[in-house]
């Protein structure tokens, strides 16, 4: 089937080029990075294929493939926790898409239950890094927004391993 995107037919129309050009990679993906548009923090990571990407401009809401589950993935579908696109933004070399987003409900994007997927820092003691010991994590978020277990249901979890 042909793209419904623009072709990327040289380096100046991929770089200010005022067309749509996506550049999915080998397995037909783009990575989208998804922000709250309220207060700017970064709420999660995933993926788009072109059927995941149409659907979010189709719809307005955000729409990813999941590579685990290997399907379209309305984020929220499950959750109630739909996210609102209020704006999409794609990078230079149109390999990466910024996602702003309102969050549904309690305004949480983690399955976890956190508000954002990136809940914790990289907190090394000190020596640690020299000395090659284990390098240590601490919560930024300290409680969850939501019970997973009560939302997702005992269902095993889709973090891969
Ligand atoms: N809801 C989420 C969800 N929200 C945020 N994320 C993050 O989104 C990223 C993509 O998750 P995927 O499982 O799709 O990941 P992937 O592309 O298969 O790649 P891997 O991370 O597995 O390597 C991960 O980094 C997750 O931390 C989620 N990952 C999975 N889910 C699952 O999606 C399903 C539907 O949930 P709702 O969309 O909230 O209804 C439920 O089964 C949830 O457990
Ligand atoms: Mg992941
Ligand atoms: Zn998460």
Redesign the pocket.
């Known amino acids: 089937m042909p793209s419904r995107f623009a072709d990327r037919t040289s380096v100046e129309v991929v770089e200010e080029g005022m067309l749509l050009a996506p550049k999915f990679d080998a397995n037909g993906l783009i990575p989208v990075v998804t922000t709250d548009a309220a207060t700017g923090e970064v709420l ?4 788009m294929n072109e059927a995941a990407l149409l659907k979010t401009l189709e719809t307005g809401e955000a729409h ?1 493939y ?4 290997q399907q379209l ?7 109630g ?1 739909m996210q609102s696109v209020q704006q999409l933004l794609i990078d230079d070399d149109r390999d990466c898409l910024w996602m702003k987003v309102a969050v549904a409900g309690t305004g949480a ?3 976890v239950g956190y508000r954002s ?1 990136f809940y914790r820092q990289v907190s090394p003691g000190e020596g640690d890094i020299k000395a090659g010991r284990p390098i240590a994590l601490a919560f930024t978020e300290t409680t969850k927004t939501f019970d997973p277990i009560a939302v ?1 249901g005992n ?1 095993p ?4 391993l």
């Open positions: 999660m990571h995933a993926y990813h999941s590579r685990s589950r993935w309305h984020k929220g579908a499950t959750s926790l994007s983690c399955h997927c997702y269902a979890n889709p973090t891969q």
